[in-house]
């Protein structure tokens, strides 16, 4: 018997419901709590009934008023990782697996009152089958629509960062560069005059001041111009970047200990943007580890595949909350995260962090390569 037949077999009003619910908006996570409401109202006995569906990176699983469920964990995480369907241990209710194909799109969580009734597991298995399309097609749009909206505050946080960049250009050549070549030319000057005077010893003096003072613009130039884009992307690629990214992070805190690890190799060296992002997203994970974690071992390692390229930045941190740094309401801009993600994403990639207090933190970033 079909899920349709089987469902039709419960009479009209259960039908119409369907339909209804069915050809409703579907957006998420509306239409998750639709069904399960229908669940609840069409079932004999599950007056509890909760939907989680499948994040779009497929590692948490999201349900509206609740926590979310890492892939894996518990009964609803378990039946989303093997796509079974799992009785609750006190008998009752189960968790059942909303499938499209092989993959598991959303769990529908339900509840009993006593011993879960077999015709009722039969009616949520057969809604299961039937909604499935539309949650796959709930999934679609939702994923398309928080792209865009990715894009969109890429958009609006380039521009932040390039006024904001030019406004740090300002600063650095005011206050650095133009002072430092002011004072040489005063320098310079004073030599000059020296030297007209027949006074060798104050010429020289002067000179190596002016010496001294070139030597600081040209330090302060390099500097403002490897904030732009690191000189070392250009000259050595992106695996030697990320060594000297690793060097600098452990003079700076001798007892931090960065290393870098490169496996695979591509036939074509990266495109510069694709090099540009995969570094800054290590700085920032880097700095983390130096202003955060309070880690005494950072490791990076950059994976070449066939078709994307994957970097991976752990550290024995204090680690935090992710919950709590991405909870409504809260900026995770203080770690740099959104900047991580948004770099990735305009990539058509993405960044997942892993983390929890006293565990570490592992941020990992894959940049699918276009062909």
């Given at each position: 018997?079909?899920?349709?037949?089987?469902?039709?077999?419960?009479?009209?009003?259960?039908?119409?419901?369907?339909?209804?619910?069915?050809?409703?908006?579907?957006?998420?996570?509306?239409?998750?709590?639709?069904?399960?409401?229908?669940?609840?109202?069409?079932?004999?006995?599950?007056?509890?009934?909760?939907?989680?569906?499948?994040?779009?990176?497929?590692?948490?699983?999201?349900?509206?008023?609740?926590?979310?469920?890492?892939?894996?964990?518990?009964?609803?995480?378990?039946?989303?990782?093997?796509?079974?369907?799992?009785?609750?241990?006190?008998?009752?209710?189960?968790?059942?697996?909303?499938?499209?194909?092989?993959?598991?799109?959303?769990?529908?969580?339900?509840?009993?009152?006593?011993?879960?009734?077999?015709?009722?597991?039969?009616?949520?298995?057969?809604?299961?089958?039937?909604?499935?399309?539309?949650?796959?097609?709930?999934?679609?749009?939702?994923?398309?629509?928080?792209?865009?909206?990715?894009?969109?505050?890429?958009?609006?946080?380039?521009?932040?960062?390039?006024?904001?960049?030019?406004?740090?250009?300002?600063?650095?050549?005011?206050?650095?560069?133009?002072?430092?070549?002011?004072?040489?030319?005063?320098?310079?000057?004073?030599?000059?005059?020296?030297?007209?005077?027949?006074?060798?010893?104050?010429?020289?003096?002067?000179?190596?001041?002016?010496?001294?003072?070139?030597?600081?613009?040209?330090?302060?130039?390099?500097?403002?111009?490897?904030?732009?884009?690191?000189?070392?992307?250009?000259?050595?690629?992106?695996?030697?970047?990320?060594?000297?990214?690793?060097?600098?992070?452990?003079?700076?805190?001798?007892?931090?200990?960065?290393?870098?690890?490169?496996?695979?190799?591509?036939?074509?060296?990266?495109?510069?943007?694709?090099?540009?992002?995969?570094?800054?997203?290590?700085?920032?994970?880097?700095?983390?580890?130096?202003?955060?974690?309070?880690?005494?071992?950072?490791?990076?390692?950059?994976?070449?595949?066939?078709?994307?390229?994957?970097?991976?930045?752990?550290?024995?941190?204090?680690?935090?909350?992710?919950?709590?740094?991405?909870?409504?309401?809260?900026?995770?801009d203080s770690y740099g995260l959104r900047g991580m993600s948004e770099r990735a994403e305009l990539l058509g990639g993405r960044v997942h962090v892993s983390s929890r207090p006293g565990g570490g933190t592992v941020i990992e970033a894959v940049v699918p390569l276009r062909r």
């Amino acid at each position: 018997m079909t899920p349709l037949e089987l469902l039709a077999g419960r009479g009209p009003d259960l039908l119409v419901r369907i339909v209804t619910v069915a050809c409703s908006d579907r957006v998420l996570p509306d239409m998750a709590v639709e069904l399960a409401g229908l669940v609840v109202r069409s079932a004999t006995d599950l007056p509890f009934c909760d939907v989680y569906v499948l994040d779009e990176e497929e590692r948490v699983l999201e349900c509206p008023g609740r926590e979310p469920v890492p892939l894996g964990e518990g009964d609803v995480g378990w039946v989303a990782a093997h796509g079974r369907p799992r009785p609750h241990p006190d008998g009752r209710g189960a968790a059942l697996p909303v499938r499209a194909g092989h993959a598991t799109l959303a769990v529908i969580d339900t509840r009993s009152a006593g011993p879960c009734r077999e015709e009722d597991l039969e009616l949520v298995t057969a809604l299961a089958a039937l909604f499935s399309p539309v949650l796959h097609s709930c999934r679609r749009l939702r994923n398309a629509q928080e792209r865009e909206h990715s894009a969109e505050r890429f958009a609006e946080r380039a521009v932040e960062v390039q006024e904001a960049e030019r406004a740090r250009l300002v600063r650095d050549i005011h206050d650095g560069v133009a002072q430092r070549l002011a004072s040489l030319g005063f320098h310079l000057s004073a030599c000059d005059q020296a030297l007209s005077h027949g006074a060798s010893r104050e010429a020289h003096d002067q000179l190596m001041l002016a010496r001294e003072l070139s030597e600081l613009a040209a330090a302060e130039t390099r500097a403002a111009i490897g904030g732009l884009r690191p000189p070392v992307l250009d000259d050595l690629g992106l695996s030697a970047a990320l060594a000297t990214l690793a060097r600098e992070a452990g003079s700076r805190q001798p007892a931090l200990d960065v290393t870098v690890t490169v496996s695979g190799e591509l036939e074509d060296e990266l495109p510069d943007h694709v090099q540009t992002a995969l570094y800054r997203i290590a700085q920032e994970a880097v700095g983390n580890g130096l202003k955060h974690a309070k880690a005494s071992v950072v490791h990076l390692l950059l994976e070449h595949e066939r078709d994307r390229v994957r970097l991976r930045v752990s550290d024995d941190g204090v680690g935090f909350s992710i919950q709590d740094v991405f909870a409504p309401g809260r900026r995770p801009d203080s770690y740099g995260l959104r900047g991580m993600s948004e770099r990735a994403e305009l990539l058509g990639g993405r960044v997942h962090v892993s983390s929890r207090p006293g565990g570490g933190t592992v941020i990992e970033a894959v940049v699918p390569l276009r062909r």
